[in-house]
């Protein structure tokens, strides 16, 4: 097959990639700051949609891959001196593995169930995080700034981290796509249409929803480490953050589970739309309630999306939507 | 033998849905599987393909037993099943469901190679312009005949069709026997459930009779219809029993 015919992933790559080339060429710290939270949101929700939009399962735990990940590749960085690539690999690793074990207690509960019980382990990876010692416990941990120096001072650092960022985005579109154009991808398709049918047309279920977990966790402990190391300190409150989870769910449905532009699209609107209400005047303090009401409407009117919408609507761009 | 089913018992607490089924298929065979509403049809086919296990008794597909092993399994197996509840995966297409079953039934063939077989399956029973359709958009009578192209696209040794001919008009039941029959032509395997007696009578080679999850007989159509048991097991409907003794 011709990988150009492929619109739909070469339109979501080039987005971030040149996205990511204009931030680097004009090289300004702000922008660079606003790209950051922006890729970040991005990699988030489109990791999610794999577990999410693809398989069918809604995670409300997402957030603790992010934490638990982050945290344990801030340790690798700031106490034992790796350098950040390879910490931010080993946060990812550890949230792959943290999935594994989760999944294998909560992937057997569907719909409903599954998510109560991923709102549960948030919570309780949070608590566990706050009394384990070697990680700080509620005072979290701060890197060493001399562990800057490698890089060339903290300047350079920061550019560094939004590199491997956005290289790890653009991993997770890739990745993304990989999922969904394969017979790996077929089969989580049919799982999310009606479990029991697949498993009965032969799709191994267990095993293959775990995989899409295992996948949809990794991204998040990369992202995660990033994330902590450019702030300089990991802590708790800031790792595990259920509000977060909601918002990139939000992002998800926003932008239209299951394709591939969807969480694209959905993050960079939500997170705009969200950076203009925490510093209006009149919304700071209603910001969330405003994502509430936009899932809401989203649910109610266009389950579909945004991406979802237009490719209902302009049948013509559906290659492109993928 | 292709299928061996020896002593299956199948309990739900206080309800004994199966009572010591045994029977066989040679291959090649189509074997008709009929009985009152509630006899334990479909629980069998589910005992058979995995769907739950047996509480008691063994199923030996080709010689393996595979008593107990998960669906997805049995299926890779080559046993395929057409459901009597359609259940389309509704937001794929047509075509797309069709896949499913080539890329995970018993070749598990590659996406490129499984278009083709889908679309050889779509054509088989008469859907090849719904293809790229989604699947919610198909009537009753094309779901069930999706429900049939899903099973033969996985090149099964089995096939399990479960009331293919329910809820259809007599127009369309006199074209999903024609399929039926091209299927048992080109040499399948097939075990059936059916309710609409004409049909189970005139395709089966052989039929079984379930009643309160007990094998009460089996034997060629004509024989069946003229044991007693059978006659008085389906007394609580008297047309069906008219019909049954007419044959």
Same mark, same amino acid.
């Given at each position: 097959m011709n990988p150009w015919k492929h619109y739909g992933f070469w339109l979501s790559f080039l987005l971030i990639f040149l996205s *990511?080339?204009? +931030? &680097?060429? !004009? $090289?300004?710290?702000?922008?660079?700051?606003?790209?950051?939270? /922006?890729?970040?949101?991005?990699?988030?929700?489109?990791s999610l949609n794999i577990i999410m939009g693809y398989t069918g399962y809604v995670n409300f735990g997402h957030i603790i891959f992010f934490g638990l990940g982050g945290y344990f590749g801030f340790y690798l960085l700031s106490e034992l001196?790796?350098?950040?690539?390879?910490?931010?690999?080993?946060?990812?690793?550890?949230?792959?593995?943290?999935?594994?074990?989760? *999944?294998?207690? +909560? &992937?057997? !509960? $569907?719909?409903?169930?599954?998510?109560?019980?991923?709102?549960? /382990?948030?919570?309780?990876?949070?608590?566990?995080?706050?009394n384990f010692e070697p990680f700080g416990g509620s005072t979290g941990l701060y890197v060493n700034f001399s562990a800057y120096d490698r890089?060339?001072?903290?300047?350079?650092?920061?550019?560094?981290?939004?590199?491997?960022?956005?290289?790890?985005?653009?991993?997770?579109?890739?990745?993304?796509?990989?999922?969904?154009?394969?017979?790996?991808?077929?089969?989580?398709?049919?799982?999310?249409?009606?479990?029991d049918t697949a498993m009965v047309m032969g799709v191994k279920a267990p095993q293959d929803k775990t995989k899409a977990f295992l996948i949809s966790a990794f991204f998040p402990g990369l992202i995660g480490t990033l994330y902590f190391f450019k702030n300089g300190n990991v802590e708790p409150e800031d790792a595990f953050r259920f509000q977060m989870s909601l918002e990139i769910l939000v992002m998800v449905m926003l932008g239209g589970k299951g394709l591939l532009l969807g969480p694209i699209v959905g993050a960079?609107?939500?997170?705009?739309?969200?950076?203009y209400l925490?510093?209006?005047?009149?919304?700071?303090?209603?910001h969330l309630a405003l994502s509430g009401l936009i899932l809401l409407l989203i649910v109610l009117f266009v389950p579909g999306g945004v991406a979802g919408w237009f490719r209902e609507r302009f049948p013509q761009f559906r290659r492109w939507l993928e | 033998?292709?299928?061996?089913?020896?002593?299956?018992?199948?309990?739900?607490?206080?309800?004994?849905?199966?009572?010591?089924?045994?029977?066989?298929?040679?291959?090649?065979?189509?074997?008709?599987?009929?009985?009152?509403?509630?006899?334990?049809?479909?629980?069998?086919?589910?005992?058979?393909?995995?769907?739950?296990?047996?509480?008691?008794?063994?199923?030996?597909?080709?010689?393996?037993?595979?008593?107990?092993?998960?669906?997805?399994?049995?299926?890779?197996?080559?046993?395929?099943?057409?459901?009597?509840?359609v259940r389309p995966l509704n937001d794929l297409t047509v075509r797309e469901n069709v896949m499913v079953g080539a890329c995970f039934g018993r070749e598990r063939h590659s996406l490129g190679r499984a278009?083709?077989?889908?679309?050889?399956?779509?054509?088989?029973?008469?859907?090849?312009?719904?293809?790229?359709?989604?699947?919610?958009?198909?009537?009753?009578?094309?779901?069930?005949?999706?429900?049939?192209?899903?099973?033969?696209?996985?090149?099964?040794?089995?096939?399990?069709?479960?009331?293919?001919?329910?809820?259809?008009?007599?127009?369309?039941?006199?074209?999903?026997?024609?399929?039926?029959?091209?299927?048992?032509?080109?040499?399948?395997?097939?075990?059936?459930?059916?309710?609409?007696?004409?049909a189970i009578m005139s395709i089966s080679d052989r039929l079984i009779v379930l009643d309160y999850g007990?094998?009460?007989?089996?034997?060629?159509?004509?024989?069946?219809?003229?044991?007693?048991?059978?006659?008085?097991?389906?007394?609580?409907?008297?047309?069906?029993?008219a019909r049954l003794l007419a044959d």
């Open positions: *990511g080339l204009v +931030v &680097l060429v !004009l $090289r300004q710290d702000t922008l660079r700051e606003t790209a950051f939270t /922006v890729l970040m949101f991005i990699g988030l929700a489109s001196g790796w350098p950040v690539y390879l910490a931010a690999l080993g946060g990812g690793l550890l949230s792959a593995v943290i999935a594994y074990i989760i *999944g294998a207690a +909560v &992937l057997r !509960l $569907r719909g409903a169930y599954f998510a109560l019980a991923t709102i549960g /382990v948030n919570e309780a990876a949070r608590s566990f995080v706050s890089y060339g001072g903290a300047a350079q650092a920061l550019w560094f981290t939004f590199i491997l960022l956005w290289l790890v985005v653009l991993a997770v579109i890739v990745a993304s796509y990989l999922v969904k154009s394969s017979r790996f991808g077929l089969g989580l398709t049919a799982i999310r249409e009606d479990e960079f609107a939500y997170e705009r739309l969200r950076g925490i510093t209006s005047p009149v919304f700071k303090d209603l | 033998m292709i299928l061996q089913v020896q002593e299956v018992s199948k309990r739900f607490g206080g309800l004994q849905a199966l009572q010591d089924v045994s029977f066989e298929i040679a291959e090649g065979e189509i074997l008709g599987l009929i009985g009152p509403n509630g006899s334990g049809k479909t629980t069998l086919f589910n005992v058979i393909n995995g769907v739950y296990p047996p509480t008691q008794g063994q199923v030996v597909f080709r010689g393996e037993k595979i008593t107990g092993l998960p669906s997805y399994e049995v299926a890779r197996r080559g046993l395929a099943r057409a459901h009597q509840v278009a083709p077989i889908a679309d050889q399956a779509l054509a088989q029973v008469g859907l090849t312009d719904r293809a790229d359709q989604l699947a919610v958009t198909l009537n009753v009578a094309q779901k069930k005949r999706l429900e049939m192209a899903r099973a033969l696209a996985a090149q099964p040794y089995l096939l399990l069709l479960d009331e293919v001919l329910a809820g259809l008009n007599p127009l369309e039941i006199a074209g999903m026997m024609e399929t039926v029959r091209q299927i048992r032509d080109q040499g399948y395997t097939i075990l059936m459930i059916e309710h609409v007696m004409q007990q094998l009460i007989a089996s034997g060629t159509p004509a024989e069946v219809a003229a044991n007693p048991q059978v006659i008085e097991a389906y007394l609580g409907a008297p047309e069906m029993t």
